[in-house]
């Protein structure tokens, strides 16, 4: 089985962030980052998939050198190679053609990535990748299973849960519990510095989203604590100052 890994490098989730160029662009300048968690599922899962049945798992960035060391550990953490097209994508259209070009040179039976990046949140470019490569796509994939050619797949829906069959080749935006959270060990942290890590130049691709401009989340409010026994007054500061109801 031929499986490609995409992955994204984010903001450690404690990173405290800024903005640069008049709040056009993030501010990595001292930003923890990491291996985006939905994308660190995926990455698991294929890996488990790989050792249940021979095969390989490439992992895809698309983005600068300052992800390197994101893409090292997912090598740590069983995935064969790396491919990094070098280019800071403009939007998830532009991410999405990155990947489609990588997976139309190989025969990928199984494109997996998380939901949603949590930088951007997005959650479209799995979307975006299936329908350039003319293929089916689902998501949140919550369990996988391969028999043969087919995918057994469970993915949540509004009030529940899915479970669908599916042939593969796919293309499936992860989240958990679809594998357990693996740490890298100390052979694969030895053994990745002797795994290729393929740079690419981009294609040319149409910037469809231009940012306008980011901006913060307002600062948090004082908190009010209510005694158990004030309902009456609890009711009132929620409607009148949270004006939550």
Same mark, same amino acid.
Not at 28 to 52: F, M, T
Not at 179 to 207: C, F, H, N, Y
């Given at each position: 089985?031929?499986?490609?890994?995409?992955?994204?490098?984010?903001?450690?989730?404690?990173?405290?962030?800024?903005?640069?160029?008049?709040?056009?662009?993030?501010?990595?300048?001292?930003?923890?980052?990491?291996?985006?968690?939905?994308?660190?599922?995926?990455?698991?899962?294929?890996?488990?998939? !790989?050792?249940? @049945?021979? =095969?390989?798992?490439?992992?895809?960035? %698309?983005?600068?050198?300052? &992800? /390197?060391?994101?893409?090292? !550990?997912?090598? @740590?953490? =069983?995935?064969?190679?790396?491919?990094? %097209?070098?280019?800071?994508? &403009? /939007?998830?259209?532009?991410?999405?053609?990155?990947?489609?070009?990588?997976?139309?040179?190989?025969?990928?039976?199984?494109?997996?990535?998380?939901?949603?990046?949590?930088?951007?949140?997005?959650?479209?470019?799995?979307?975006?990748?299936?329908?350039?490569?003319?293929?089916?796509?689902?998501?949140?994939?919550?369990?996988?299973?391969?028999?043969?050619?087919?995918?057994?797949?469970t993915r949540e829906i509004d009030g529940g849960k899915e479970v669908l069959e599916a042939s593969l080749p796919l293309v499936l935006g992860c989240q958990e519990p679809i594998a357990e959270w693996k740490s890298p060990s100390m052979k694969g942290i030895m053994t990745a510095r002797t795994k290729p890590l393929q740079v690419v130049p981009p294609v040319e691709t149409?910037?469809?989203?231009?940012?306008?401009?980011?901006?913060?989340?307002?600062?948090?409010?004082?908190?009010?604590?209510?005694?158990?026994?004030?309902?009456?007054?609890?009711?009132?500061?929620?409607?009148?100052?949270?004006?939550?109801?």
């Amino acid at each position: 089985m031929n499986i490609l890994v995409c992955i994204t490098s984010v903001p450690d989730t404690t990173a405290k962030i800024t903005f640069t160029d008049n709040d056009t662009k993030l501010n990595k300048a001292g930003v923890q980052l990491i291996i985006g968690p939905y994308d660190d599922y995926a990455l698991s899962r294929a890996v488990e998939l !790989k050792e249940q @049945a021979a =095969g390989k798992v490439t992992v895809l960035h %698309v983005g600068g050198a300052d &992800a /390197d060391p994101q893409i090292r !550990k997912a090598l @740590a953490l =069983g995935a064969d190679e790396a491919i990094r %097209v070098d280019v800071e994508p &403009a /939007d998830s259209y532009d991410t999405a053609v990155q990947i489609a070009h990588i997976a139309r040179q190989n025969s990928y039976d199984l494109i997996l990535m998380g939901r949603e990046s949590i930088d951007y949140n997005s959650g479209i470019v799995h979307g975006l990748v299936a329908e350039m490569l003319d293929l089916p796509s689902y998501s949140p994939v919550m369990k996988l299973d391969i028999n043969g050619s087919t995918a057994t797949i469970t993915r949540e829906i509004d009030g529940g849960k899915e479970v669908l069959e599916a042939s593969l080749p796919l293309v499936l935006g992860c989240q958990e519990p679809i594998a357990e959270w693996k740490s890298p060990s100390m052979k694969g942290i030895m053994t990745a510095r002797t795994k290729p890590l393929q740079v690419v130049p981009p294609v040319e691709t149409e910037q469809l989203s231009v940012t306008g401009k980011y901006t913060l989340p307002a600062p948090k409010g004082a908190c009010k604590m209510i005694p158990a026994d004030a309902a009456e007054t609890l009711i009132r500061l929620l409607q009148t100052e949270a004006k939550v109801i």
